[in-house]
């Protein structure tokens, strides 16, 4: 049998620089209903997009573009197109509902699912699904996924991700612990974090706190499971 759960105290150590929250006002509006327990699955996979494609705005900034000649009806001009193949990674199931917005702002990025679920006693990541291809066909992956709790689920995606090929990675949260950021940044200092906040800590059960309760289950109406 696995050890059970070992939550390690992290309240000391500096946030790594690899790590963004997100200042903008919007967010911060649509974070808080988000949060509110009274919150129905509808609204909430509804604020689970916008918020994602803020995010998404952000992180992809420096995403690169290569030049290109446009003709407008009066002229020509200059203009850009993206140059990277950018790869959305949701982590099944909460992940899937930030892809559609991600999908608004990039609609050429390939999808490729990974199915990850914590052990519930452990709290280590069991990989159930994963249909990547042999080698990587992306220059930047976006890893979706709603919570970064102790970090074992991202930590997994990325390591599956950089046995691919993948060689830029990226993870996108809406709520990060500070034990998860943390567990990420010693693992992967080249992988950077952007999220809409940043929570205080874990629980005893590794519930994010305050956070938002289990993010699938929201989204999926399934909290009486
Ligand atoms: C949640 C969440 C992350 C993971 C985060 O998924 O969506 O994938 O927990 O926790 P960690 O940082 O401690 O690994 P969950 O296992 O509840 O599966 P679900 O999305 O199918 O509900
Ligand atoms: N997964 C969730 O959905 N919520 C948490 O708070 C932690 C992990």
Redesign the pocket.
């Known amino acids: 049998m696995p050890d059970a759960i070992s939550i390690p105290s992290t309240s000391a150590r500096p946030i790594p620089a690899t790590f963004h929250v997100s200042t903008h006002p919007a967010v911060a509006h649509k974070l808080a209903l988000l949060r509110d327990t009274s919150t129905e699955p509808k609204k909430f996979r509804e604020l689970v997009r916008e918020i994602s494609w803020l995010l998404g705005y952000e992180a992809l900034a420096d995403a690169r573009t290569k030049p290109i000649s446009v003709e407008t009806p009066l002229e020509t001009t200059p203009g850009a197109e993206l140059a990277d193949r950018i790869g959305l990674i949701p982590?099944?199931?909460?992940?899937l509902g930030m892809v559609d917005a991600m999908l608004e702002l990039m609609p050429t990025a390939e999808v490729w699912h990974l199915g990850?679920?914590?052990d519930e006693r452990t709290?280590r990541?069991v990989e159930y699904y994963n249909k990547l291809p042999d080698t990587a066909t992306v220059d930047l992956c976006l890893i979706l996924?709603?919570?970064?709790?102790?970090?074992?689920?991202?930590t997994a995606a990325i390591e599956v991700l950089k046995n691919w090929g993948a060689r830029r990675i990226k993870l996108i949260n809406l709520i990060a612990a500070p034990e998860?950021v943390h567990a990420v940044a010693d693992a992967h200092p080249d992988v950077e974090m952007y999220c809409a906040a940043l929570d205080r800590q874990l629980n005893e059960k590794?519930y994010i706190l305050p956070g938002l309760g289990?993010?699938?289950?929201r989204q999926f109406g399934t909290s009486h499971r």
Not at 91 to 95: K, S, T, V, Y
Not at 214 to 217: C, F, I, L, S, V
């Open positions: 982590i099944l199931r909460a992940g990850l679920f914590r709290l990541p996924d709603p919570m970064l709790a102790t970090g074992g689920s991202a998860g590794g289990d993010a699938g289950d």
